[in-house]
């Protein structure tokens, strides 16, 4: 059973930034895919960014050129690291992993964390 738990969250005044970590119970990476998503009050579940087993990363077009997504093989962690950030990147954060090359929900989800963009 694939763990997964995120860290780093917390509040952030517009333009700033945070880095985001979602740290595996096993080294997966070289069979899974993990994905970024979020899912802010009232609003459906979106998909934020990705990392392939190839290491090909995909990000959303609301977060291009702002976040980025990365990985540490030897620590089993990946980072999602948010700059510029604006209001409306105001949601709960969630890691999730599946098998193969795919950037859709698998069965593994972290708990999730709160980042919240306010002055």
């Known amino acids: 059973q694939v763990q997964l738990v995120e860290s780093g969250g917390g509040l952030v005044q517009p333009g700033g930034s945070l880095r985001l970590s979602c740290a595996a119970s096993e080294n997966i990476f070289s069979l899974y895919s993990i994905s970024w998503y979020r899912q802010a009050p009232g609003k459906q579940r979106e998909f934020v960014a990705g990392?392939?087993?190839?290491?090909?990363?995909k990000h959303a077009d609301s977060v291009k050129g702002r976040f980025t997504i990365s990985r540490d093989n030897a620590e089993t962690t990946v980072y999602l690291q948010m700059n510029s950030l604006k209001s409306e990147d105001t949601a709960v954060y969630s890691c999730?992993?599946?098998?193969?090359?795919?950037?859709?929900?698998?069965?593994?989800w972290g708990q999730g964390t709160q980042v919240t963009v306010s002055s």
């Open positions: 990392i392939l087993p190839s290491g090909t990363t």
């Open positions: 999730t992993a599946r098998r193969g090359d795919s950037y859709f929900p698998g069965p593994f």
